[in-house]
């Protein structure tokens, strides 16, 4: 978990998640914005949805994936990254961020992985058109 989402988990705890809380804490490792968690993959700490949001970033190959989490919960934001979500709780950050993930996953070799975007989790972006488009990733 990101070192800044867990440095706020009293915020959980009030709305009623502490249970859950305290029987994580001893297996919560942190990590900080750009720390490799893995060989090829690094977590980028970016605000908005939450102040400790991440996403993933997976590289090999020449090419990359960005598990972008909260960021996006709907491929309409793709096209409207304006739009919030009512869980967003900086909607002005969030929306900036949305707008420079988006022109991120245009760019090529590079694919998203939404987990809230139900059967079209894996896509690309596609900037052409009358605006950016979710193009999901044939199986």
Request: net charge negative; no cysteine.
């Amino acid at each position: 978990m990101s070192a800044p989402e867990w440095a706020r988990r009293e915020r959980f705890a009030a709305e009623g998640m502490a249970e859950e809380i305290a029987g994580l804490a001893p297996y919560v490792r942190t990590v900080t914005d750009g720390e490799e968690v893995f060989p090829g993959v690094r977590v980028r700490v970016t605000a908005g949805h939450t102040e400790g949001h991440a996403e993933y970033v997976v590289t090999g190959g020449g090419r990359r994936l960005i598990a972008f989490g909260d960021a996006l919960h709907s491929p309409l934001q793709v096209d409207h990254p304006a739009w919030s979500s009512a869980f967003d709780h900086d909607p002005v950050t969030s929306a900036a961020r949305r707008q420079a993930l988006v022109a991120e996953l245009s760019e090529p070799g590079t694919l998203g992985f939404g987990g809230h975007f139900a059967d079209v989790v894996f896509g690309r972006v596609d900037p052409a058109g009358a605006g950016p488009a979710w193009i999901p990733v044939d199986a």
